[in-house]
């Protein structure tokens, strides 16, 4: 067995909240009056919600007092959980479910890695929370993506060598975190326009060629 652990990033990598993610900014983006699209929103993956505003703001002209930032923050969050009501397991696709399925399958444990506060409330939605052997999320880090921290903590909480464990990322800052973590990689979707993984994935059940 190559691996003994898949740590899988959430967002854009499990399910597709990545949308979600945008379309919350992208209201707060215009309350504040930047300019805000795609391309921006890219550079949000794996990065906290307040290192998101900061980039969000890199074009503001002005400066925003704390109270003032947390505001928005609060506000992003506000909008985002209440578009994340509407996930259910429908959500997740066939192909995901029968996956993790197979992995587990091998023997091979299965954490969660991600960024997001929201992690477990997501988890819940799609009808994955109980599923996971270990869930590392924006709960128990002090440093998000690209710092190895959220990986570590995987690691250690399923009790694998880093070394062990294969991580499964759609963010440059994911990857990037995985490689200073010690841990192979395998990209999918915008992670694979980044040549940094030692996999890239056109689809999520080819991880099945792989582990
Ligand atoms: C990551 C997303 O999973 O979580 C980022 O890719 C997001 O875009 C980060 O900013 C933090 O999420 P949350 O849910 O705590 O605001
Ligand atoms: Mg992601």
Same mark, same amino acid.
């Given at each position: 067995? +190559?691996?003994?652990?898949? !740590?899988?990033?959430?967002?854009?990598? #499990?399910? /597709?909240?990545? +949308?979600?993610?945008?379309?919350?900014?992208?209201?707060?983006? *215009?309350?504040?009056?930047?300019?805000? *699209?795609?391309?921006?929103?890219?550079?949000? +993956?794996? #990065?906290?919600?307040? %290192?998101?505003?900061? !980039?969000?703001? =890199?074009?503001?002209?002005? %400066?925003?007092?704390?109270?003032?930032?947390?505001?928005?923050?609060?506000?992003?969050?506000?909008?985002?959980?209440? $578009?994340?009501? %509407?996930?259910?397991?429908? *959500? $997740?696709?066939? %192909?995901?479910?029968?996956?993790?399925?197979?992995?587990?399958?091998?023997? !091979?444990?299965?954490?969660?890695?991600?960024?997001?506060?929201?992690?477990?409330? !997501?988890?819940? /939605?799609?009808?994955?929370?109980?599923?996971?052997?270990?869930?590392?999320?924006?709960?128990? #880090?002090?440093?998000?993506?690209?710092?190895?921290?959220?990986?570590?903590?995987?690691? =250690?909480?399923?009790?694998?060598?880093?070394?062990?464990c294969l991580v499964v990322e759609d963010a440059r800052s994911g990857l990037e975190a995985a490689l200073v973590a010690?841990?192979?990689c395998a990209a999918i979707g915008d992670g694979t326009k980044y040549n940094l993984a030692n996999y890239n994935l056109?689809?999520?059940? *080819?991880?099945?060629?792989?582990?």
């Amino acid at each position: 067995m +190559r691996y003994q652990a898949v !740590i899988f990033d959430l967002d854009g990598v #499990i399910c /597709q909240t990545d +949308r979600y993610h945008y379309l919350a900014w992208k209201r707060i983006a *215009d309350e504040i009056g930047v300019y805000f *699209d795609e391309v921006i929103n890219n550079r949000l +993956r794996g #990065i906290s919600r307040t %290192e998101s505003l900061e !980039i969000i703001l =890199e074009s503001y002209d002005g %400066e925003l007092s704390q109270a003032e930032k947390n505001y928005y923050t609060d506000k992003k969050n506000a909008i985002y959980l209440d $578009l994340l009501k %509407e996930m259910s397991p429908e *959500d $997740l696709g066939p %192909e995901v479910r029968d996956t993790l399925d197979r992995i587990r399958a091998k023997g !091979i444990l299965e954490a969660i890695g991600s960024s997001s506060r929201n992690a477990k409330f !997501i988890l819940r /939605q799609v009808g994955l929370e109980n599923y996971f052997d270990a869930v590392s999320d924006g709960s128990n #880090i002090t440093n998000s993506k690209p710092d190895p921290e959220v990986f570590l903590k995987a690691s =250690e909480y399923l009790g694998i060598d880093p070394r062990g464990c294969l991580v499964v990322e759609d963010a440059r800052s994911g990857l990037e975190a995985a490689l200073v973590a010690n841990m192979d990689c395998a990209a999918i979707g915008d992670g694979t326009k980044y040549n940094l993984a030692n996999y890239n994935l056109k689809r999520f059940s *080819d991880l099945l060629l792989i582990v």
